[in-house]
């Protein structure tokens, strides 16, 4: 469609805010630009597939390109086409005949209908992305839309559940109800379907407080990934930082998402939303044209700098955005503050979080955008966490963010896993990740909390296949096995995926209850991976990515077993005790009135531990006291978080091992509280005499909490 004069009236209108808004008058439209030469507003029909007028936008102010519509009312269906030199070598990439998605779209209308149309240059020409592609995309392209925010929420207010108490629970929004018996089946996969009261009461009940979504803004399918009749599963590959993917939507209006979040608040739980701003759908130089690449792609983008025709890829997904520009920062941190303020999500799980930190010389913990992140008051008080890591040079972080930021600390979880496989020499890295990893968090005034403590998550094998496979399989996903980690610190107990040896799967059974006690009963903040404590399998696929099926739907056949009873006490042992999650590192250094330390590491005998003993590779028991009485710990109520004396015994032994179970002072014995031998964890009332052996199993974890003298 040629530009005409416009039939609908066009005001000046103003460059702030950015994108579409609203006003009960009419709609501002501004977008930034840098580099363009005219923008056109594209208007549809109420179907999104006949475009019926272009508006020039009539005034262009400090970059941005801006005009109000006194006629536009929300649900107008919209997006741009933006005019300026096609020249790749110098970074520029601008082709009119391309409808892009506007980056502030609060929703998007339809989806992708993949054609070589969408590409800037002509697929196949021997100069590649340097040709030029005059076929117009519209028809395959989702519209934008205009919205109206309001919504009555009520009494709903964010709930602000203390670092210290948090257990995060990561689930995908769509995986988790697929399958749910109880969710209506029109409403599975939504987030309708995720507001039903059976799932709400089922999160509740299990005791975690904070729901970590994986990506849920708009995405984009690769368009090999639709080739073979497969989707970007996980959401990795947003292309609308502020519109929710409309395919979680059963209603299609953005009070779905607003009702889910109320909802879950309302149960006491936290919503965060896994994030992904290190870089975009659109590829890198051969990749498609969808939105930022043709709307200012030398401003977007972190771009060579010796041939701006190429993106730097610290992200391996082909491009990576430029956080040293300030329209960059703006963008997200606008982004970052609508959800928190219109949508009023709890937090946010940064997906190569390192990326964000990248300045031109390299990663900083000062970076324009750590800095803006870190003086925004709406943002001062949500949760804030780290995946501190991404593949370009220097690109492994983890406890060099600055305070205020949790980071996913995978140094835990392979410790973790290769204990409980048995591996020599594990017992000094296990307790300084059990007791908070101090040594890479315990700097500029951070706490114990900032370490993200976990062992599965939707990257790699879940709880049941680590330890039923020693290899990944992942041939579903169509790379001939050569995609995921190969190395997963597994152990498949003696035979590789599914077994009726009851050795095998009894063993199996209780390695996963050793491995979630011991998340649980750890410093820091826990988080497990949804669907591990009903026994959920992937097949031993490892990197489920685009598996949108029975493979990673949760199946909810088990949801009344032993291992969800076993979890549920886990959860409410850990919110009973709060020396299991003390708001400051523990050294030793702090003593209780009766002489005993905060935190004491013991061998079998009963004796504490000294250097030989740690030195000792064969060992693979440990003895853990924690003192509740001991040292300075107040709540944030004011009110002190005292607490009894915990034992905690982990043997990865093989073989059963006789502990002294230490004599401490005032103590009378010891009563057990958890075993991971029985299938729901529960312990028993008999009181085992302190300075007695008991007889510990082979891989297990046995709780003791101190039973006290009479007057103590």
């Known amino acids: 469609m040629p530009s005409t004069p416009a039939r609908t009236p066009v005001w000046p209108g103003k460059p702030n805010p950015l994108g579409a808004t609203w006003d009960g008058f009419g709609v501002n439209f501004a977008i930034f630009s840098a580099h363009a030469e005219r923008v056109e507003l594209c208007l549809f029909d109420k179907t999104g597939q006949r475009e019926v007028e272009r508006v020039t936008l009539p005034e262009h102010t400090d970059e941005v390109w801006h005009g109000f519509l006194p006629d536009a009312r929300p649900g107008l269906l919209y997006g741009y086409r933006v005019h300026g030199p096609y020249e790749p070598e110098e970074g520029h990439r601008f082709n009119p005949n391309k409808l892009l998605i506007d980056p502030y779209a609060r929703a998007l209308f339809g989806g992708f209908k993949w054609s070589d149309a969408h590409y800037g240059y002509r697929v196949g020409s021997t100069k590649e992305d340097l040709s030029f592609d005059r076929r117009d995309n519209a028809r395959g392209m989702p519209k934008c839309r205009v919205v109206d925010g309001a919504f009555t929420w009520g009494h709903d207010r964010h709930r602000r559940v203390p670092w210290t108490d948090t257990v995060l629970y990561e689930t995908h929004l769509r995986g988790f109800t697929m399958r749910h018996p109880d969710v209506p089946a029109h409403l599975r996969g939504t987030f309708a379907g995720m507001s039903t009261q059976n799932v709400v009461d089922y999160l509740r009940a299990l005791g975690i407080t904070s729901v970590e979504f994986l990506p849920v803004q708009a995405v984009a399918d690769e368009q090999h990934l639709v080739t073979r009749g497969l989707t970007n599963y996980w959401g990795y590959n947003t292309i609308g930082f502020f519109a929710p993917e409309p395919r979680y939507m059963n209603t299609g209006v953005l009070s779905e998402f607003k009702t889910m979040v109320a909802r879950l608040h309302e149960a006491g739980i936290e919503v965060i939303l896994d994030v992904v ?13 969808l939105s930022f690449k043709g709307i200012d792609n030398l401003s977007y983008y972190r771009l060579m700098p010796d041939s701006p025709r190429y993106y730097i890829n610290d992200t391996g997904t082909g491009n990576t955005l430029d956080f040293s520009h300030p329209r960059v920062i703006q963008m997200v941190m606008d982004s970052l503050r609508y959800w928190v303020t219109e949508m009023h999500v709890d937090g946010f799980r940064f997906d190569l979080a390192t990326v964000l930190a990248r300045e031109p010389y390299g990663y900083d913990p000062g970076s324009g955008f750590l800095d803006a992140v870190r003086q925004d008051p709406v943002l001062a008080d949500v949760k804030l966490i780290a995946e501190p890591w991404d593949v370009g040079p220097g690109g492994y972080q983890v406890g060099n963010f ?26 000094p890295e296990l307790a300084g990740r059990i007791a908070g990893s101090a040594d890479l968090f315990e700097k500029r005034g951070r706490r114990p909390w900032a370490s993200v403590n976990f062992i599965t998550a939707h990257d790699g094998f879940t709880l049941h296949d680590l330890v039923s496979y020693n290899d990944k399989h992942n041939w579903a996903n169509g790379e001939e096995n050569r995609d995921g980690h190969s190395s997963n610190c597994s152990w498949n107990h003696g035979v590789e995926g599914p077994t009726d040896d009851p050795a095998v799967t009894g063993l199996r059974a209780r390695q996963k209850r050793n491995m979630l006690a011991t998340l649980m009963l750890s410093q820091g903040t826990p988080m497990m991976l949804a669907g591990d404590e009903l026994d959920h399998s992937q097949d031993g696929n490892n990197n489920a990515y685009c598996q949108d099926n029975d493979i990673t739907w949760l199946d909810w056949s088990k949801r009344d077993g ?12 850990r919110r009973i005790h709060p020396v299991l999650r003390r708001p400051l590192f523990l050294h030793g250094r702090e003593v209780a009135e009766n002489g005993l330390k905060d935190i004491v590491w013991y061998n ?9 003993h740690w030195r000792n590779t064969q060992a693979r028991c440990i003895v853990l006291l924690l003192n509740g009485r001991a040292g300075t710990h107040v709540g944030p109520d004011g009110q002190p978080l005292s607490d009894g004396v915990l034992l905690i015994v982990l043997n990865a032994h093989a073989d059963t091992l006789a502990v002294t179970l230490p004599d401490v002072p005032g103590g009378r014995g010891w009563r057990c509280v958890l075993d991971t031998r029985i299938d729901d964890g529960a312990g028993d009332e008999r009181i085992h005499l302190a300075g007695r052996s008991a007889l510990v199993d082979g891989r297990t974890v046995l709780v003791f909490t101190l039973v006290e003298q009479a007057g103590m």
């Open 402 to 427: 600055p305070p205020g930021w949790a980071e996913w600390n995978d140094r835990y979880r392979d410790t973790v896993r290769r204990y409980w496989r048995g591996d020599d020499g594990m017992l």
């Open 277 to 289: 701003y290190n870089h975009t759908a659109e590829g890198n130089h051969l990749g498609p044209t």
């Open 604 to 612: 079998a005998q009963g004796v504490e531990k000294t250097a030989e």
């Open 562 to 573: 032993a291992l969800v009873s076993f979890v549920r006490r886990l959860i409410a042992l």
